[in-house]
């Protein structure tokens, strides 16, 4: 007679561990954020938005935890939350390894593989050197068939990659990152590409390689990311942009020519890129949560690597009259804020309310003394985090770290919002005028948060 009963609360614990099976979880596997299920993932690829299912592929290697020969794998989302993994739908080849680019629907067919086909163009690296290829998909993006004419763009310097197309008027726009340069060319048919112009002597922040373009018209200026390794402001990988002006053949800066913009003042977002053709206009990025200066050594252990939440991205000018990139939580990760709670939960989204006009500490802290220090330095204008006792910091001496931002913009009251995670912190500034991004390895969660000189709330996170 009592079988049932056990039938009933064995069955259920079974098809747990079975769903569980296919993402083993571990401490710091990200509760809300993208991670790939197993082995090593870098940058979001080739990210596009169709009949409300979000895709991302994203720079894999299927045979390791670290960097290697690299696939674009794949996955869709419904919500921006949650991910359903797919199979990887690009192979290396005789041509190279699949490095990282984009896709656009071909709504009319300009390439000739089909109307509405999805269209992928990225980077082949082999030994000689890195060249442009494209590989279409009549199945709505999950599988894709290389075109036999590749590559599209052969390269004529050794680092010539991360192809961001998007439709200028009547005609694709190829943004490329070609050493430490920014390379533009059009084409009406994605197969055949003429050089336009190139951009970034003289410009931002040269002590890297520049990879991942991606060129957006925001309001009347358009904004060129490029990111940076190494350069970046703290160590190691971040993404800068310039503002300025597209005249169809070539991009004019407006920024002072010294002047560094970063996308996040943290340690932790890398290769930012939009999604094509996002609902009502919208430009909703990812971005690699990782830095390369340690990316490899991250302690976690069957997958490495995890991204951004999604943000929308917006302009706005500062205290100073200049053009800056706004980058506030997609509205669709607003769902994750669950119950509102007193004590804080390993997950949690909080919500702070400070005084502009004093300084302000904000402290996450676990029962091992491990912490995280922020605080709003009134007097400066800055606003930084501390994360040099953290938890684990042990596997780089590059990750220990205190990260500061400007705050840009002069508010009597700055409502800043925290996003935290099993191994990440994103603070967004008011409005988004700054983020900083940084991950964080307590050995227990932070359960402790303490303000002096503000007010707070936190939410559970609603967690599937
Ligand atoms: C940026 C990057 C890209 C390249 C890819 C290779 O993180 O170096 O420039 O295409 O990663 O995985």
Redesign the pocket.
Request: include cysteine; hydrophobic fraction near 20%; charged fraction near 25%.
């Given at each position: 007679m009592r079988k049932p009963i056990i039938y009933l609360l064995v069955l259920p614990i079974l098809a747990l561990c079975v769903a569980c099976s296919s993402q083993p979880d571990e401490p710091y596997r990200s509760a809300y954020h993208h991670t790939p299920i197993s082995k090593w993932m870098?940058?979001p690829n080739g990210m596009f938005y169709q009949d409300g299912v979000w895709h991302l592929y994203y720079?894999h290697n299927p045979f390791g935890t670290t960097?290697g020969p690299?696939h674009w794998a794949h996955a869709t989302s419904t919500d921006l939350l949650t991910w359903e993994e797919h199979p990887i739908v690009l192979y290396p080849d005789s041509l190279g390894t699949i490095?990282?680019g984009s896709a656009v629907i071909d709504t009319d067919n300009t390439a000739g593989f089909g109307a509405n086909a999805i269209v992928a163009i990225y980077?082949q690296s082999e030994i000689c050197g890195q060249n442009q290829s494209i590989a279409y998909s009549l199945d709505g993006g999950y599988s894709f068939t290389p075109y036999e004419g590749n590559p599209v763009i052969m390269g004529d310097v050794p680092d010539f990659?991360?192809p961001k197309v998007t439709r200028d008027g009547d005609h694709w726009l190829m943004t490329l990152a070609c050493g430490q340069e920014i390379r533009f060319f059009s084409s009406t048919n994605l197969r055949e590409w003429t050089y336009l112009s190139s951009f970034g002597e003289g410009y931002g922040n040269h002590n890297g390689v520049w990879?991942?373009p991606e060129l957006i018209k925001m309001g009347n200026q358009w904004v060129l990311l490029v990111?940076i390794n190494p350069g970046g402001p703290f160590g190691g990988s971040a993404t800068q942009y310039f503002v300025g002006d597209w005249n169809g053949t070539d991009f004019k800066c407006i920024d002072n020519p010294e002047e560094q913009k970063w996308l996040d003042y943290g340690k932790d977002n890398?290769?930012t890129f939009t999604f094509h053709n996002a609902p009502d206009n919208r430009f909703v990025a990812l971005g690699w949560m990782s830095n390369w200066q340690y990316a490899n050594q991250l302690p976690t252990i069957a997958f490495r690597s995890q991204n951004t939440v999604a943000r929308d991205l917006s302009l706005y000018q500062d205290d100073a009259g200049e053009y800056r990139i706004a980058s506030v939580p997609s509205k669709e990760t607003q769902a994750i804020r669950g119950r509102e709670t007193k004590h804080l939960p390993a997950t949690a989204v909080v919500d702070l309310e400070l005084d502009g006009n004093r300084d302000v500490l904000i402290t996450l802290s676990n029962k091992r003394g491990e912490k995280v220090i922020m605080t709003l330095d009134a007097h400066r204008q800055m606003f930084s985090m501390d994360r040099t006792a953290s938890g684990d910091c042990s596997f780089s001496h590059d990750f220990s770290a205190c990260t500061t931002t400007p705050l840009f913009i002069a508010h009597e009251t700055h409502y800043i919002t925290l996003f935290i995670d099993r191994c990440s912190i994103e603070v967004f500034g008011t409005n988004g005028e700054w983020t900083m991004t940084n991950l964080v390895f307590p050995s227990e969660p932070y359960d402790k948060i303490e303000v002096q000189g503000g007010k707070m709330t936190i939410y559970s996170c609603k967690i599937n």
């Open positions: 870098n940058d720079q960097w690299m490095f990282s980077t990659r991360d990879e991942c990111s890398y290769s």
